[in-house]
């Protein structure tokens, strides 16, 4: 069932409860006012005629020391006829109880005559049903002191009005219950409606995200409750559709890696394979087979010196960084003695003394890489400046060449495995185009990254931040 229509039902039951509740209360209370009064008029009026029987009693001759019967009966059937619209209904009754007088149409029991004494009223309200009609009286019985004799006076007054007025009253309220219940209905429909309106709104966009489209937003119409959940729910479809995005992204980009991996397997391959395939299957003389055993050999180790760049990139996104504190100064000489070899190449080192928190190893495996790039995209007798310096968030390292230089569409691109801009030229000089992707890496667990400048025909700097202080383990 609708939430809505639970919250009209709901609503509708508790208005019914109190139109039924207060309804009744109202009703009733009239009826048992109205029947108050009428009981207080019917026991007034049968003391009047009490006294009036006494009354007349008196005028009775005096040859009579007791009341007769026959005078009882006259001075009854006198007090019934003064009654108003058809006369009095009323019966007497001596002391014995025994009935002396009953007026036409006075069918109430004896009921009253056992409960009343000389010095109590009583009376009671009694249902007659005559032809199928309902008629209520109000049946009253009191003493009368007439002539040293006793008699009951009953009578019987009709209050089938007050009973008629209470079940119109009930039908009334009825009818107006039932109105006022389809009334609110109609209202409390419109009113859950717009109340429900965000659940509506939420369970839309609920639904468009389940069918895949994580860019729709629950429009928020309230500052309500239901207001906050619609925010909530955006800020988790945000939250959500970022992530989805991030593995989209992934799975993009190891796609890409499979493919770039691939090609670059085929080709090594291709050409031992063809060498190999020669060597056994011609017989060729010397010299072509120390060539082809070269070319075997040289394609080898290429492939070997790949798969050893990809298990490093494999350690270092798997490795957690354990950093420790060390000087620059003892980094540079490192690479001042690893290049002191280099011929061809004009490599000056430059720094400002300082402690980074790195872990050695990776950071001079960074180096190394970005030295050996510079080389390759310089010319015979180029320049690489290899700089360190203090910055406002760390310590900056730079190393930069006068080069080939690298095209402003490529560069973001080169950070990627397997990526070359010039791919003859990066495999004559043994490169895979895995390098920058391990600087990557590396940078990247000690919370930091690669940033490249470079120009087409003026060269690059490549350059990146390093920690001074100790800002624990990397998370990804
Ligand atoms: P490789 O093993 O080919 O050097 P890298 O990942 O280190 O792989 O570099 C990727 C590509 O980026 C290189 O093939 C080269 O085309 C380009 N590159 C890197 N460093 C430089 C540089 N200093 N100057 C010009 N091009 C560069």
């Known amino acids: 069932m609708k939430f809505s229509i639970k919250l009209v039902l709901s609503t509708m039951i508790v ?43 008196l005028n009775v001759p005096l040859k009579y020391s007791v009341l007769p019967d026959s005078v ?165 479809a945000n939250a959500l559709e970022d992530n989805i995005c991030k593995l989209e992204e992934e799975i993009e980009a190891r796609e890409e890696f499979m493919g770039a991996f691939a090609h670059e397997l085929k080709t090594p391959l291709t050409a031992i394979i063809g060498y190999a395939d020669m060597l056994r299957s011609h017989k060729m003389d010397e010299e072509k087979s120390i060539m082809s055993a070269n070319y075997i050999y040289t394609e080898g180790k290429r492939l070997e010196a790949m798969s050893f760049r990809l298990l490093d990139i494999i350690v270092a996104k798997q490795e957690e960084a354990d950093l420790q504190e060390t000087s620059v100064g ?71 060449d006068y080069g080939i230089g690298i095209p402003e569409a490529e560069q973001h691109k080169i950070v990627k495995a397997f990526y070359m801009v010039d791919k003859s030229r990066a495999r004559s000089k043994n490169g895979a185009g895995l390098g920058l992707a391990l600087c990557s890496e590396i940078l990247k667990i000690h919370h930091s990254e690669l940033q490249i400048d470079s120009k087409v025909g003026e060269g690059s700097c490549f350059s990146f931040v390093l920690p001074v202080e100790n800002r624990g383990t990397y998370e990804e």
């Open 15 to 57: 208005l019914a409860l109190a139109l039924g509740f207060s309804g009744f209360y109202f009703v009733n209370y009239v009826f048992e006012t109205s029947l108050d009064r009428d009981v207080g008029q019917a026991l007034d009026e049968s003391s009047i005629l009490s006294f009036a029987f006494e009354t007349a009693a």
């Open 72 to 236: 009882v009966e006259e001075i009854a059937s006198k007090l019934e006829m003064g009654g108003q619209s058809g006369g009095r209904l009323l019966r007497i009754a001596d002391e014995e109880k025994n009935v002396l007088y009953t007026s036409d149409g006075f069918t109430a029991d004896e009921g009253l005559l056992p409960q009343t004494d000389q010095h109590t009223k009583s009376y009671r309200v009694i249902h007659v049903q005559d032809d199928d009609q309902d008629n209520y009286y109000i049946h009253t019985c009191v003493s009368i002191n007439a002539l040293d004799r006793i008699l009951y006076l009953e009578t019987m007054k009709s209050v089938t009005e007050v009973f008629t007025e209470r079940a119109l009253g009930f039908s009334l309220y009825r009818k107006v219950t039932v109105v006022m219940l389809l009334t609110g209905m109609v209202i409390m429909l419109f009113i859950a409606s717009l109340l429900t309106k965000p659940i509506r709104l939420l369970t839309k966009a609920t639904k468009r995200m389940a069918a895949g489209d994580y860019t729709y937003r629950a429009r928020q119409i309230s500052q309500d409750e239901l207001g906050q959940l619609t925010r909530d729910f955006n800020r988790m």
């Open 330 to 400: 003892e980094l540079f000489e490192y690479l001042r003695e690893m290049f002191a070899e280099k011929k061809g190449i004009d490599i000056r080192f430059a720094h400002e003394e300082a402690m980074v928190w790195v872990e050695t190893n990776l950071i001079k495996t960074v180096l190394v890489n970005l030295i050996d790039n510079a080389c390759k995209a310089s010319e015979i007798n180029g320049v690489i400046e290899v700089t360190g310096q203090a910055v406002e968030n760390g310590y900056r390292i730079a190393v930069k």
